[in-house]
């Protein structure tokens, strides 16, 4: 239960149904689990009759899954049609504008970053990560010969060269690993973990294989700050969601939480990971380092503001030029398109539609006790759905929500007209 989200062997799950529609009743609906309390629902931001499917759905998942926080934000022809805030037994209200954890769908922040500063003629996608990073493995260890071909651009498709599913190891969710082996305590720092990786081999040859990598990921946030000069988090706030008028997204916190941030929740305890005293705690506040996590999955928004940030990839972007969305969505160069008819791009998902003249663009994330979802259609919508679990004692698949949304999308006979947007943003 430690991945942001799966590995392409696993990737199935990453898509979900996001190139059409599932049936409603994947979402388990008269599930046995049963609750202790009788359900108190509740939902904020304006209800609107004709969009009543995607509330229902929403509402269906929830309560099967018993999670007690949710989101969701749907855009159709450029307009924000809905905003919905949904507590199911809440402590607190739910607004539209409530953050939440969103792990690995902050993925398509850090890929924009280095993207942008490809832009600004900072640096180019094909550079080595050699040209810009150190790595000095710990004494006794050398260091991969082919690290020189990790490109930027690899490092964000995906194709470095290193592969959990091989190791059965993703640096970010080992702490206790890394810390005994270099002889250091927890909380890990980023160099760390770049130390300790710095002695291990790849498992494939750069550019050979598709396998997902939050270690990648973590790389390519350092990048951003040695090219740019900027803490990540600054760089970001700064170059790619403040043009858009996004401010309240931010890196989040293990264990304290921002002003308007939902509370999480998980079935499953460990041992933290920001000391070295063995304490128990509840999976959410612990047993992973936000800190660490903050290019692969620290970030933190509402629902309204990932379907603003998916405008950065639209035509007329004040953030991507086209030579740089094009980049974003190119196929990985010697491998293509994958049997299943999608690839990984830069920090989205990508399935060409409609004889390749138009693509759907997703990603999911997962935390314990976070589940997170983004899509963006050849068609002209969006949507964005989160959640405050990802595990409860149903032992039903989170998942569903895709094909639930696909569906509630394809039962709207009639599009509103009215746009939320100088509801939830100024700019």
């Known amino acids: 239960m430690d991945g942001t989200t799966v590995s392409r062997r696993g990737f199935g799950k990453l898509v979900g149904a996001a190139a059409g529609a599932g049936a409603l009743g994947a979402l388990g609906v008269g599930a046995t689990a049963a609750q202790a309390v009788p359900d108190t629902w509740t939902a904020t931001g304006t209800t609107v009759a004709a969009l009543s499917a995607f509330d229902n759905a929403m509402k269906a998942f929830m309560q099967a899954r018993h999670i007690s926080a949710g989101q969701l934000a749907v855009t159709y022809q450029g307009r924000l049609v809905l905003a919905r805030g949904y507590g199911d037994n809440s402590p607190q209200l739910i607004q539209p504008t409530s953050l939440f954890r969103v792990a690995s769908l902050s993925k398509s922040l850090t890929a924009a970053a280095l993207v942008r500063l ?117 760089y970001v706030r700064q170059k790619l ?60 928004a509402s629902a309204v503001d990932l379907v603003r940030w998916a405008r950065a990839f639209e035509s007329g972007s004040p953030v991507l030029n086209s030579t740089s969305t094009g980049q974003v969505f190119a196929t990985p160069a ?63 698949s989170y998942a569903p929500i895709d094909s639930a949304l696909w569906t509630a999308a394809s039962a709207v006979t009639s599009w509103p007209t009215h746009d939320f947007w100088p509801t939830y943003f100024t700019a």
Request: glycine fraction near 14%; charge should be neutral; charged fraction near 15%.
């Open 118 to 234: 490809a832009q600004d003629g900072k640096l180019g996608l094909d550079d080595p990560i050699t040209k810009f990073l150190q790595f000095t493995p710990p004494a006794g260890q050398a260091t991969d010969s082919r690290l020189p071909q990790v490109t930027l651009r690899r490092l964000l498709q995906h194709t470095g060269g290193w592969n959990r599913d091989l190791t059965a190891f993703d640096p970010l969710f080992k702490d206790r690993v890394i810390a005994s082996s270099l002889g250091v305590p927890m909380e890990l720092t980023h160099a760390d973990v770049i130390r300790f990786m710095s002695g291990q081999p790849l498992s494939h040859a750069p550019g050979s294989t598709v396998s997902y990598s939050n270690y990648g990921y973590l790389l390519a946030g350092r990048i951003v700050e040695k090219v740019s000069g900027l803490p990540y988090e600054t």
């Open 334 to 396: 010697g491998l293509g398109v994958n049997p299943d008819g999608w690839y990984y791009g830069m920090g989205w998902a990508v399935r060409p539609v409609t004889g390749g003249t138009g693509r759907n663009i997703w990603h999911t994330g997962s935390f314990a006790g976070t589940y997170s979802l983004l899509v963006r259609t050849y068609h002209g919508l969006s949507w964005a759905a989160v959640f405050n679990r990802r595990d409860d004692p149903s032992g039903l």
């Open 241 to 300: 969601l403040a043009p858009l008028g996004i401010t309240r997204m931010a890196t989040g916190w293990t264990i304290s939480r921002h002003s308007g941030e939902v509370g999480y929740e998980s079935q499953y305890t460990g041992q933290t990971v920001l000391d070295n005293s063995g304490t128990v705690v509840n999976a959410p506040y612990g047993t992973f380092s936000m800190r660490l996590h903050d290019a692969n999955g620290g970030w933190l």
